[in-house]
Structure formats: C-alpha cells, structure tokens
C-alpha cells in the first residue's frame, strides 16, 4: 500500500489570491483615509473661519471700528493667534474689506470677513474654499 505524501504549506496559487486581497482592501482603506483627512481639513477650515468672524464682529461691538487685519485682532488679544489655513497651510487668508456703519455718527472702512486663500474647490460639495 502505497501512501501519498501530503505536502506542507501553500501552493503559489494560493498565495498569490492572498495577496491579491490584501491589496485590494489596502486600496479601499487608503481611499477611505485620503477622504477623511480631507473632511477634516474642511472641519478645520470652517471652524477657523467661524471663530475669526466671531472675532471680528466681537472687536467691531467692543470698540464701536471694525479692524484693520486680522493682526490687529491678536495684538488686541481677540484671538490668540491668527491660524494656518488648512487648505494652503498658510496664514494667507483673503481679507474682505467694507465700509461699516455702526451708528449715523460712527462710519468708517474696516475688515468684515476672512475667506481661505485656496483655489481649491470641495469634492464633497463641489464649492469653491474661497467662497465659504
């Protein structure tokens, strides 16, 4: 009686549908990250944004003038820094300057709104950075 001889191990079939998969869920898991690494920087960009018009609106209030750049409202201590824009990772924002009018006698020209400097548009929602 003859016996067979079991082989230990894989054949190279298998192995190669193994690492066939393991690439593919590699694949989906970078895909998945590279999105949510940018949805955090959306996260990021519009809590800047909302914190520094908070900012400029509470120093109009405060001292009746609206500010001259952001600069000044961290040298007035209204924030503590000015931040780095997520989406360029500079301190490039694009300054929005109006004429305000707080009462008939208190006019003048001063900083209302802060945009982000990137040209870059949402691929979530489609919209320009620089229009938020």
């Known amino acids: 009686m003859k016996h067979k ?5 894989f054949t190279l079939l298998e192995l190669m549908i193994v690492i066939a998969i393991i690439f593919i869920l590699i694949g989906m898991a970078a895909g998945r990250y590279d999105r949510s690494v940018q949805r955090a920087r959306e996260t990021a960009l519009k809590t800047d944004l909302q914190t520094m018009r908070t900012a400029i609106d509470t120093y109009t209030l405060d001292k009746l003038a609206a500010p001259n750049s952001l600069d000044e409202l961290v040298s007035q201590k209204y924030l503590r820094d000015v931040p780095v824009d997520p989406m360029t990772g500079q301190k490039d924002w694009n ?4 004429d ?3 009462s008939p006698q208190q006019s003048g020209t001063g900083l209302t709104d802060v945009h982000s400097a990137s040209q870059q548009v949402s691929p979530f929602d489609g919209t ?3 229009d938020w």
């Open 5 to 9: 001889r079991r082989k230990n191990g």
């Open 95 to 98: 300054p929005q300057f109006e």
């Open 100 to 102: 305000v009018m707080l």
């Open 128 to 130: 320009a950075y620089k």
